[in-house]
């Protein structure tokens, strides 16, 4: 599926054409090229600068970026004089949270956000404007960004539910959601093919809900049923870690728990909750179900 994923995003980036302006994902507001083309360099030694210390969060992405693709990461400094990069925050006369200004020139690269989120998505074009084979020494073009998002709300889904995802592969895809500065992360945690999530005052949940007896074959309807058992479920100190990951890269985690209906996988753990008291089973295919959490019965608004 990480494979899938990938291609997916190259194949969306194709799509675009000519990768955007600048290179960049999804295409900047407005991009200023120099009349005389340059470049500024990026070293170990290249000094990275903060206006506040509250940026620090994103010269440690940036950093970890450094570090993992060019084997090097940069040093904090004061020094206001030197050539280096600059990360500032300044929402004077600025109406958008999000905006930022990227200016890449002679003397160093130049990132002023009206917020600390705006500074990291400014975090986000620089890194997409670094050369693609590793080296010691990068070369930056010269060039004025100024960007701002259309929306205030950017956001992807997953659905967890059908198809279980170890908490690996959702810190990638929060990556990418980074990489392309969205900002939600909507979490299908619960339906009718498995409960996802770790409720200790409910533990039939997981130890029962998060499993079904196989998957259908194939497109709705199927030519039949794989046998093979599937699920999984996250424990609180996953989803804990999952948002505390999110939020490193301004990305707000939206967990979704499916009701009225859907609810096969939770029925199935707590009979009592539903209007026919089953027998239920966490459903090995797709499509809509008869099985609902009882409007008339207390003890569900009480479970909610």
């Known amino acids: 599926m990480c494979n899938k994923l990938n291609l997916l995003i190259i194949i969306s980036l194709f799509s675009l054409g000519a990768f955007g302006q600048a290179g960049i994902i999804p295409a900047p507001s407005e991009v200023v090229q120099p009349a005389r083309p340059g470049s500024f360099q990026i070293s170990g030694k290249t000094p990275i600068i903060l206006s506040t210390a509250a940026l620090s969060n994103s010269m440690a992405f940036f950093n970890d970026y450094l570090g993992k693709f060019y084997g090097f990461t940069l040093t904090a400094q004061n020094a206001q004089s030197r050539k280096g990069i600059y990360l500032k925050v300044d929402s004077a006369g600025i109406q958008n949270k999000d905006s930022y200004r990227l200016e890449v020139k002679k003397n160093g690269v130049y990132i002023t956000g009206s917020s600390e989120e ?26 004025t960004i100024n960007d701002a998002p259309r929306f205030s709300y950017r956001g992807m889904h997953l659905d967890v539910s059908r198809h279980f995802f170890p908490v690996s592969f959702v810190k990638k895809y929060i990556d990418f959601l980074a990489l392309h500065k969205m900002n939600y992360f909507h979490w299908h945690l619960t339906d009718d093919q498995g409960w996802r999530i770790e409720i200790k005052k409910y533990p039939k949940l997981t130890t029962t809900g998060a499993y079904r007896d196989g998957t259908i074959i194939g497109h709705y309807p199927g ?13 609180q100190d996953e989803v804990r870690d999952v948002v505390a990951y999110a939020a490193a890269r301004y990305v707000n985690v939206i967990p ?3 009701m009225p209906g859907h609810a096969s996988a939770a029925l199935t753990a707590y009979p009592n909750l539903g209007c026919t008291g089953g027998p239920y089973k966490v459903q090995g295919t797709w499509g809509v179900f008869n099985e609902v959490f009882c409007a008339g019965n207390d003890s569900v608004f009480t479970f909610l």
Request: proline share 7%; hydrophobic share 40%.
């Open 256 to 258: 979704e728990i499916e």
């Open 118 to 143: 705006a500074v990291f998505y400014g975090i986000q074009s620089l890194i997409q404007l670094l050369p693609v084979k590793p080296a010691s020494k990068l070369q930056v073009p010269y060039v």
């Open 223 to 235: 030519t039949g049923n794989d046998g093979i058992r599937h699920g999984g479920f996250y424990t």
